[in-house]
């Protein structure tokens, strides 16, 4: 038998207005709010509502045999209820089909457990909170932002009670392993392990319409077999990827969503298939054996490390120095400035900075609103030094009382 999990990623940055020099000091507004709507709104009509439709079509016309799940970062919810809330009414439409789960992860799509491990967990805090308020639902299951993950992360989140976390299937990780299994993380017991299986999932993400891909076209019943191969050889195919797979980085007029409508029957045509969620995952297998993380994997690029984030000294540089106005922000207790602060920590900020080539060059290229990785780090660090004086002036404030 053969289970497959579907699981999206719901996600939209705050994106930062470009920020003089000249500026500092005046603490002027750092977000970008026309651009953030009208890409709010444009994914909405490629992505979001399309796509939300078909799921629930899929669902209906299955008698709830095809089930997915979502991970929806909270900076991405807030956005939605303010420029787009009927999103959010079918979101939640689909979450009463009993069909849906919904993850939980850090509110503001940020790498904060590498840096603060107490903002780490206000952030996951907050989205459980968010989740609760939205959907009426408890998440069970976690997945950090970008697929971050090691063993250390393991074990706090499965003290914080989760019963299963999400990571990548990276191969020098698991070597002669499968992804298409459940694992045990290193040295723990209350805790399950699903790995991405990156090949089956990227042939959706990246390559649907590459035309130069040797498996051009992808068809529906030509994916299903691929699926229907792995009975017998692994108990779950876990496809996680980006929502805005669907309508927004591979369009309409490729053919995805024509894709998407056929993919559910043909892969249930053969017997031994199923579609089942994350937590229906963990109560179904058992662990075939245990993990080893021993350092930092994430879902980014060909290398699947902190790269991306992390790559050269101006994102090293600007995301210490993000995290060392903890103090500071905290002390204020301005809720408006901690959380513009959150927003600066938002991962895609330093993704943006990043000077990686080659085969990763065109990805960050693509997603790149600035002109140059070196624009994206002056915009950023003119932002985070009036930010730093405001910060200042407000926890000094709040010390004096």
Not at 85 to 97: H, N, Y
Not at 148 to 154: F, G, S
Request: with cysteine; aromatic share 14%.
């Amino acid at each position: 038998m053969v289970s497959v999990c579907f699981y999206f990623q719901v996600h939209q940055p705050p994106r930062l207005r470009k920020y003089s020099v000249f500026e500092i000091g005046h603490h002027n507004g750092y977000f970008d709010e026309h651009k953030n709507e009208a890409i709010i709104k444009k994914v909405t009509h490629k992505c979001y509502l399309p796509t939300n439709r078909i799921i629930l079509d899929l669902i209906n016309r299955t008698d709830g045999r095809f089930k997915v799940a979502y991970s929806m970062t909270g900076i991405v919810l807030e956005q939605l209820e303010k420029y787009a809330p009927e999103v959010i009414d079918s979101f939640k439409e689909l979450a009463d089909t009993g069909c849906v789960e919904i993850l939980d992860e850090t509110y503001h799509h940020t790498i904060s457990y590498l840096y603060s491990k107490d903002e780490f967990k206000e952030q996951v805090e907050l989205h459980n909170k968010k989740i609760k308020q939205l959907f009426n639902f408890k998440p069970k299951v976690f997945r950090n932002t970008e697929l971050v993950y090691n063993n250390e992360i393991a074990s706090f989140v499965e003290k914080m009670g989760y019963k299963g976390i999400i990571a990548e299937g990276a191969d020098h990780i698991l070597q002669w392993r499968s992804p298409n299994f459940l694992y045990k993380p290193k040295g723990l017991k209350n805790i399950k392990l699903l790995l991405k299986n990156y090949r089956l999932s990227d042939d959706i993400a990246f390559r649907f319409s590459e035309k130069s891909w040797k498996e051009f076209p992808l068809t529906a019943p030509k994916y299903a077999q691929w699926v229907s191969k792995i009975n017998g050889n692994g108990n779950i195919v876990n496809l996680f990827m980006d929502y805005e797979t669907f309508g927004e980085h591979q369009w309409e007029d490729k053919g995805i969503f024509e894709f998407l409508k056929h993919l559910p029957s043909e892969i249930l045509k053969h017997k031994d298939n199923d579609f089942i969620t994350p937590s229906e995952a963990i109560n179904m297998y058992d662990a075939v054996a245990e993990l080893d993380f021993p350092h930092y994997v994430s879902w980014a690029d060909i290398e699947r490390d902190l790269s991306a984030w992390l790559g050269n000294k101006m994102q090293q540089e600007a995301i210490k120095e993000i995290y060392l106005l903890e103090p500071s922000v905290k002390l204020s207790k301005n809720y408006a400035l901690i959380d513009e602060w959150r927003k600066l920590q938002t991962s895609d900020h330093f993704y943006y900075m990043c000077t990686k080539w080659f085969n990763d060059g065109d990805v960050h290229k693509y997603f790149n609103p600035y002109d140059s990785p070196y624009e994206a780090f002056i915009t950023y660090m003119n932002i985070l030094n009036d930010f730093r004086i405001k910060a200042n002036k407000l926890g000094e404030v709040n010390i004096i009382r």
